[in-house]
């Protein structure tokens, strides 16, 4: 079978754009067109394709992705050295997840306790011009 744009995004579980994409920003190597005919993409590009999502789904971003594929398997600390970073960098969004999730809490509560029908607590609560204590 050759593997052309559409069946590399069939295999790969992406879309046509997803390759576009991936070739547009260097992810992906997009080979020469033939003077007539489709473009043909190796047997790995569907591997490469799959590794990039799957480290998505792991959180890293595009960029991230892009330098671990520079490194290849071959460069392990490196690699290790990138993955314990971004672990921090979600247990600091976790952390300010939390307190943001606390702060609207205490607005619902706010909200809750006044019956007012006039006005809503919460709306006047976010638009002062004080900032929201947690």
Do not use: W
């Not at 392990?76 to 939390?98: G, P, T």
Request: hydrophobic share 35%; proline share 3%.
């Amino acid at each position: 079978m050759k593997l052309t744009i559409g069946n590399l995004a069939k295999h790969a579980e992406v879309t046509i754009e997803t390759i576009r994409y991936y070739q547009k920003i260097g992810l992906l190597i997009e080979p020469e067109k033939p003077c007539s005919g489709y473009r043909h993409y190796p047997p790995n590009a569907i591997a490469r394709v799959r590794f990039i999502k799957r480290a998505q789904q792991a959180g890293f971003t595009l960029k991230e992705i892009a330098e671990l594929l520079s490194l290849d398997g071959t460069h392990c600390a490196k690699v290790r050295k990138i993955a314990e970073q971004k672990c921090q960098q979600i247990d600091a969004q976790i952390k300010d997840l939390i307190a943001l999730r606390h702060v609207l809490d205490n607005l619902v509560k706010g909200c809750q306790s006044d019956s007012s029908k006039e006005y809503c607590s919460l709306i006047e609560t976010l638009s002062k011009d004080s900032d929201i204590k947690s």
